[in-house]
């Protein structure tokens, strides 16, 4: 997992950094920003953690660390390293209050499956992440990364309060929300489609009986098995079903020639 982790983290910074396709200050920011959101949010998460539940987890820190990153790519080259920091202390919080809390509390998000979190490592922290940017994109850094001549119409919220331009910056922040609503309405609907298609060629969930024995056990492929365990679930090519089958056709006493 940690391995895993490491890789997406690293090959992340090409993905930020590679985003101006060009090698600019704007680049090295948008990969500064991203490993110091990152980082931030991975220490909040396992904070959060030792808090509330006495010790940290590996799968904490992964998911910490997915959350900040998912977080700061909309903002990473717009945005300052004050305000990088501060997205990630609420990309490592807001998710895991969503992921520790609320998802235990909500009646709709138990009823999906989602066993690796991406609803709230994705979809809070990516929504999370696309507010943040209308309210800490810079001007100045905005006028790096898009090279128009009117780049005084794209400011972050909190700095058209502070320069007298909040219509702008409440604009550019509708644009976000306006965004954000258009992302999850195409998921939702393109995901839909594909659902109901898969639909006609496999369940799209596994029954409950075959849900307590686990995926891996269904297909034969169960780590550390006992003997026996799984067996109902084995396939033609492995299972053990066939073992009295082939003793009744044993010669008396059991012995096989070999040839």
């Known amino acids: 997992m940690l391995a895993g982790a490491g890789l997406l983290w690293m090959g992340w910074s090409g993905f930020n950094g590679g985003d101006p396709y060009t090698v600019s200050t704007d680049a090295s920011l948008a990969v500064l920003n991203t490993h110091v959101c990152t980082a931030t949010s991975l220490l909040t998460w396992l904070l959060l953690d030792i808090l509330f539940f006495g010790k940290p987890s590996v799968i904490g820190a992964t998911q910490g660390m ?84 009117d780049w005084q119409h794209y400011i972050g919220l909190a700095y058209g309060l502070q320069m007298g331009r909040a219509s702008a910056g409440f604009k550019q922040m509708g644009i976000q929300l306006l965004g954000i609503l258009f992302v999850v309405s195409l998921n939702v609907f393109v995901t839909s489609i594909i659902c109901l298609l898969i639909r006609f060629v496999v369940p799209l969930r596994l029954s409950d009986e075959e849900l307590q024995t686990g995926d891996d056990a269904i297909h034969g492929e169960e780590a550390y098995a006992l003997w026996g365990d799984g067996e109902k679930y084995e ?10 089958e082939f003793a009744q056709d044993l010669p008396k006493g059991g012995q096989v020639e070999m040839a």
């Open 235 to 244: 396939s033609r090519h492995n299972s053990v079903y066939g073992v009295e």
């Open 66 to 149: 997915i959350t900040g990153l998912v977080c700061i790519t909309p903002a990473a080259g717009v945005v300052q390293g004050w305000a990088a920091i501060l997205m990630g202390i609420m990309s490592g919080s807001i998710p895991w209050y969503t992921m520790m809390v609320l998802h235990k509390k909500l009646w709709l998000l138990k009823q999906v499956d989602d066993t690796m979190a991406v609803f709230h490592t994705h979809a809070v922290a990516g929504s999370l992440g696309g507010i943040l940017t209308g309210f800490f994109a810079h001007p100045k850094l905005n006028r790096i990364f898009y090279l128009v001549p």
